[in-house]
């Protein structure tokens, strides 16, 4: 370094800090270190002198130059900033106070230049005016973090009675001197803060705030005293002239032209008190958290509260009319939220209380009334948040616990706030008198979620127990009118969950008493009918008043067909309600319900009543929320809670696998044995044999005698379709039922292969049996059970498998086998090992078929579109992915040749038109993804598509035919197949035409969009 300062001819003289030396009462002759050699050679780059005519910053790129400022900031970090590792950096007590004051200015000026440079204003000494905005903001930004926190450890490194003993109270080893920090701190502050008072709204007035707000926020209380003191009386002579407006009431062009000028400087300098105020915040926060909850006194901003409260109130007086357009009554209100959470609130007077009463109840005006509580127009969009934020803050600091001892003063700001919270509460509860729809918001939502995520835990209490409470009142009042329920409870308490932080979850899972909210709301949610009247006072019948004991409460079919009626009423309702109370159990609070959700399900499965239904139909989707919401659930769970969910795993498989139950609830039973299987640990899964493992014991006493009895029913149904030798369908029970069985144990697979261990190869074995049962008819799940026979392949069923029953039954193992590989869990290999394991048997299959002259197996056809859907070409391989196209051509061929009869396929069962969609989303996903795989093949795909588009035009093929016209539109940009897209474009584009009379609006538009695309890329 000292070569490369000789051979440039650096000269460093000590002259020019005599002066400062003066100041400080020091002699003047400060060494030069290397230190400081390097960090001036760091601040060239930062800041390059402008009479330097041989500085030459690097020139590769537009942004070079920022990016080699932002790299020179880097570089004095490191050389000035002590590591993660250490508490204080040698070399800050190397560098000299001129140093420091050279440092702070340039950085203070570099700043300014990069956010004149992102407004893009041009300045006459800027020479990055045209660099981008985002790196110059980046630039801004790191330059405000390195001030700040240079400043931090110049004052926590200094004497104690210099940082007032919040630095331990211990003396240290190598202090550094005060006058490094006021070198720093003190002379910038000197500098930046009369543009404050005169200019404020100015960019040199913004920059400065913006920089003096960041050193207050990052530095200790020492600094934060300096710029406060420094700065607040600037910003409060600015808003003067709030009292000189106020008597002056001329209304003449050059009189508005000045109100005008004035209005914009007193919203500048009374946002740069919500920026100092702010700063304040996190500063004592810092503190308080350092000291563990010792607060500060006196409190920073005790001398300017008042005034600063005065001010506030008299700009939002003065404005009230037209606030909702005015900069200032934004700003003000700001700052008004901000010293509401700052401040101390017992130091406050009668006057400043009263002010901000006032204050307030003219912000309330605006967001606590009915026919305003939802505004749609930008323009009072911002305005009514800014004053919902304000309304929250005085709940969340001015609600005060009554335990609490507080002044006079603060005693009256709490009850009305109390007040303000009841009337928020009411309307938050109550539907608006406009339309609501999504697109609008809710500002007395706002309220309560900005008063529960900044206040205590006492006001989330308060705010939730009063939902709550609402909550379950209406659901007495109204137990079965659907259509009179009142939702806006409901809806409140779910954005508060999502936007009102922590506290919301724990106020609604914590038990008051005997049980919680959560609970007493499910209790409610699963009353029937006769338990609600009775508790409302209505007279019930003879038979809920006696002991249900003895013969007479035997029950006729009709009574028991009247209990179930109502039973599905109970749940119909309560499927209603449930998305709004599924936000609060995806919370970590929630997992303090889980063990009474678990003892509550335990007790109830297997259900043996109407009644055991409804509790488990609303029980197990809040089980299945909690159980997934994170992978850390698990791990504190109770070991008790944990144990019920294994001992209950027969039952989960028996209710999932059942078609008596409700599928919501069998979804939901689905969902929690998954995870049960996947992050429970089991203390047998270590041993070499592994028949114990979980998953085998339900396979052994749940799956199988299921499927084999479900498999024979179906064969007998089949069967009696056979004789009758008449067209119809089989009963829907036999087939849902094995698709039902077949579906749990492709569960039971992806569970065991994301879990890994000995259950992967039981995962294996399942996978391996679905592909054999698909592609063969007939699978052996293990050497010790006899084979299970699905289907048998005829003649007939292979020549039109549409209509033939039995390639529909071949459909549902190969949908349980995608349903396996869609599962997005476990680690990266599992879908890699079952693929390697199934396509022998897969492409054996596919040899096979393709010897023969008939149309493709539709089992083996759904198999591999499931698998080009699910899994990467890396993961099949690019010779195997060759290897399918062919079959999945001629399934799309076969089927633009027999729309015809793809109604009359459904009569037997769905599963042609969804294996359609499959076909059609498989070929969307090749042509996006590996379309020189299907060069060869673009003379069939085109004319098949577009025989597709022309033949399907019911409503309910819709989503199918959005796929065949988003095949269209991929097809133009396909690399190798333009010769053929232009031989077919006059058939298309007529195809197309056609469609833009289609009754859906949706088919319309994507037809004209693909049609313009075939007309101008071809």
Not at 2 to 24: P, Q, W
Not at 79 to 93: A, D, G, K, V, Y
Not at 230 to 245: H, K, M, Q, T
Not at 276 to 281: K, N, T, V, Y
Request: proline fraction near 4%; hydrophobic fraction near 40%.
């Amino acid at each position: 370094l000292m070569s490369v300062l000789c051979e440039r001819g650096a000269k460093y003289n000590h002259f020019n800090i005599t002066e400062i030396d003066n100041a400080g009462g020091k002699e003047s002759g400060e060494d030069e270190t290397m230190i400081t050699l390097s960090g001036r050679m760091f601040l060239e780059r930062l800041d390059p002198p402008k009479t330097v005519m041989d500085y030459d910053p690097v020139s590769s790129g537009s942004n070079s130059e920022v990016e080699d400022k932002l790299d020179a900031v880097r570089d004095l970090s490191v050389l000035l900033l002590p590591s993660s590792s250490e508490n204080t950096n040698p070399n800050i007590r190397r560098v000299t106070t001129a140093f420091l004051t050279e440092l702070s200015s340039s950085l203070a000026r570099v700043h300014e230049q990069s956010i004149t440079s992102a407004t893009g204003s041009p300045t006459t000494d800027d020479a990055t005016g045209g660099l981008d905005a985002e790196d110059q903001i980046s630039l801004a930004s790191s330059i405000r973090q390195f001030s700040s926190t240079l400043a931090h450890w110049l004052e926590e490194n200094g004497p104690s009675s210099f940082g007032f003993g919040l630095n331990g109270g211990e003396e240290k080893a190598e202090m550094i001197d005060s006058s490094l920090w006021e070198a720093f701190v003190v002379d910038i502050i000197r500098r930046l803060s009369p543009t404050l008072g005169s200019a404020p709204q100015g960019l040199h007035g913004r920059a400065s705030t913006a920089y003096l707000a960041s050193l207050a926020a990052g530095g200790g209380l020492v600094t934060l005293n300096k710029v406060l003191q420094s700065c607040i009386p600037g910003f409060l002579g600015v808003l003067a002239l709030l009292d000189e407006n106020r008597e002056d009431s001329t209304t003449s062009t050059e009189s508005s032209n000045a109100k005008n000028r004035d209005e914009e400087k007193m919203a500048a300098a009374m946002r740069g008190i919500a920026a100092l105020i702010s700063s304040c915040r996190v500063t004592l926060g810092r503190l308080e958290r350092k000291h563990r909850g010792v607060k500060i006194n006196p409190h920073p901003m005790l001398l300017f509260s008042s005034k600063i409260i005065q001010k506030i109130s008299l700009a939002l007086n003065s404005m009230a009319k037209h606030a909702d357009d005015s900069q200032l009554s934004l700003a003000a209100v700001a700052a008004l939220e901000s010293i509401l959470t700052t401040a101390d609130l017992q130091a406050l007077n009668e006057e400043d209380v009263n002010s901000m009463i006032k204050s307030f109840s003219t912000l309330a005006s605006f967001i606590i009334q009915t026919d305003d509580a939802v505004i749609k127009t930008s323009s009072s969009d911002e305005w009514k948040t800014a004053c919902a934020r304000a309304l929250g803050a005085l709940i969340s600091n001015g609600f005060v616990d009554v335990n609490a001892e507080v002044s006079e003063e603060c005693h009256h700001l709490g009850v009305y706030a109390e007040s303000l919270l009841r009337q928020t509460l009411l309307s938050a509860s109550s539907p608006p008198d406009v339309s609501f729809d999504s697109s609008c918001n809710r500002y007395d939502w706002i309220v309560l979620a900005g008063a529960c995520s900044n206040g205590p835990l006492f006001v989330s209490r308060r705010i939730v127990f009063d939902l709550c409470s609402r909550i379950i009142k209406d659901l007495q009042m109204n137990p079965f009118k659907d259509d009179s329920i009142n939702f806006f409870p409901l809806t409140a308490l779910s954005y508060l969950v999502r936007n009102g932080g922590m506290n919301v979850s724990i106020s609604f899972h914590e038990k008051d008493g005997r049980q919680s909210f959560s609970f007493a709301i499910i209790d409610e949610l699963c009353k029937s009918v006769k338990r609600k009247s009775s508790a409302n006072g209505v007279t019930t019948g003879e038979r809920d008043m006696q002991i249900p004991i003895g013969m007479s409460q035997l029950k006729l079919p009709l009574s028991e067909a009247g209990d179930w009626e109502e039973a599905n009423t109970v749940i119909r309702r309560a499927y209603l309600i449930l998305p709004h109370l599924l936000h609060t159990y995806e919370r970590t609070p929630a997992i303090s319900s889980c063990k009474t959700l678990i003892d509550s399900i335990g007790q109830v499965i297997p259900p043996l009543s109407e009644w055991d239904e409804v509790k488990l139909s609303v029980c197990l989707p809040l089980l299945a929320s909690i159980l997934n919401c994170s992978d850390h659930v698990w791990s504190k769970l109770e070991a008790s809670s944990i144990d019920g969910l294994k001992s209950m795993t027969p039952y989960l498989a028996q209710f999932c696998m059942s078609p008596d139950h409700k599928p919501y609830a069998r979804s939901s039973a689905s969902s929690c044995l998954f995870s049960t299987i996947f992050h429970a640990s089991n203390d047998e899964e270590q041993c070499d044999d592994d028949e114990y493992a979980i998953v085998h014991q339900l396979l052994d006493n749940n799956v199988f005698p299921a499927l084999e009895e479900a498999v024979e029913s179906l064969k007998a149904d089949v069967s009696d379709l056979a004789c009758k030798e008449t067209s119809g369908f089989v009963s829907a029970s036999s087939f849902s039922r094995v698709e039902d069985i077949l579906n749990f144990m492709s569960v039971l697979g992806s569970a065991a292969e994301c879990k890994g261990g000995p259950y992967a190869r039981v995962g294996d074995a399942i996978a391996k049996f679905l592909v054999e049962l698909t592609c063969t008819g007939m699978a052996k799940f293990s050497s010790n059970r006899e084979a299970i026979e699905l289907i048998s392949f005829t003649k007939d069923g292979k020549e039109n498998p549409l209509m033939n029953l039995s390639a529909h039954i071949s459909t549902l193992s190969a949908s349980a086998f995608g349903n396996m590989l869609s599962v997005q869990n476990g680690g990266p290999f599992w879908r890699q090992r079952i693929t390697h394991k199934t396509l022998p048997t897969i492409l054996k299959a596919l040899q096979e078929q393709s010897q023969s002259q008939y149309p493709p197996a539709l089992g083996t056809l759904a198999i591999i579109c499931h698998m080009l859907c699910c899994l990467p070409v890396s993961v099949l391989g690019g010779s195997h992915v060759r290897q399918f196209v062919p079959t999945l051509v001629a399934g799309l061929v076969y089927y633009s040749k027999n729309t015809s009869v793809l109604v009359e396929s459904e009569m037997l069962s769905s599963k042609a038109s969804g294996l359609l969609s499959i076909v059609i989303a498989s070929l969307a996903k090749m042509l996006s993804n590996s379309p020189d795989d299907l060069t060869k093949f673009m003379e069939i795909i085109i004319p098949s598509l577009s025989l597709l588009c022309a033949s399907i035009i019911s409503n309910e093929y819709i989503p199918i035919q959005v796929l065949v016209l988003q095949c269209l539109e991929l097809a133009t940009k396909h690399p190798h197949a333009r010769n053929t897209a232009q031989r077919e474009k006059e058939q298309v584009v007529a195809v197309l035409s056609a469609l833009v009379d289609h009754p859906s609006s949706i088919i319309r538009h994507t037809a004209v969009q693909v049609r313009n695309v075939w007309y101008s890329t071809l």
